[in-house]
């Protein structure tokens, strides 16, 4: 997936360390996850990923407290799924990362997401994600999140490949990511694609055309 495309920021800074395994204080992530989890937002979920930019490939993670350890769970995107867990905080857990490469220019990419992609909306269904997504990042305002202040601008749909949308009777075709306005949302009745995107996010750059 292209980087450009995500909502996405360092978390705890930027992974610093020049050799394996690279250790980041669980806390951080609990913290962000402890927002989500105490909100109501059962349509967006908040992710965790290693973009493979630089090299930075993923071999295996884990948590461990000094003593106790957890595999992590990691996918062929280098998504991350860390639990939500008070006693993890309470330990000082870290999270362990292990690094094909140098991880000196590696980071953590945060993404707020649609929990369930489907290939039809209703124009009520993109209203609540976007009411949802907008709700979350006022909550999370503060570092590293403080140039989000405004609303979204509206919703990507995340492709891996070329695909086709219709809108309002019109059929278009696109390649990897359709970008959906507020004020086309405001218009619309129903969208319907070729098939479930990968991903729904909030479209949150002015610099994104």
């Known amino acids: 997936m292209n980087k450009a495309l995500l909502f996405s920021c360092l978390l705890l800074g930027s992974m610093t360390a020049q050799a394996t395994p690279i250790s980041l204080e669980y806390q951080g992530f609990y913290q962000r996850l402890k927002q989500v989890n105490k909100g109501h937002y059962p349509l967006i979920e908040l992710t965790f990923s290693v973009p493979k930019a630089q090299g930075c490939v993923i071999k295996n993670g884990y948590i461990a407290t000094e ?6 769970t990691i996918t062929d995107s280098q998504r991350i799924f860390l639990p939500y867990d008070d006693r993890l905080k309470s330990d000082r857990a870290l999270v362990h990362l292990e690094m094909e ?6 980071g953590i990419a945060m993404q707020i997401r649609a929990k369930q992609t489907q290939p039809q909306y209703q124009q009520a269904d993109l209203v609540m994600l976007q009411a949802q997504m907008d709700d979350l990042l006022h909550t999370m305002q503060g570092f590293p999140m403080r140039y989000f202040t405004d609303d979204i601008r509206g919703l990507n749909f995340e492709f891996d490949q070329a695909a086709t949308v219709k809108i309002n009777g019109e059929t278009i075709g696109f390649d990897g990511v359709f970008r ?3 004020e086309r949302i405001n218009q619309l009745d129903s969208i319907s694609f070729d098939r479930r995107p990968d991903v729904v996010s909030p479209w949150v750059s ?4």
């Open 101 to 106: 490469n140098d991880a000196s220019q590696c």
């Open 67 to 72: 003593k106790e350890q957890f595999p992590l």
């Open 206 to 209: 002015s610099s994104d055309k």
């Open 180 to 182: 959906l306005s507020r």
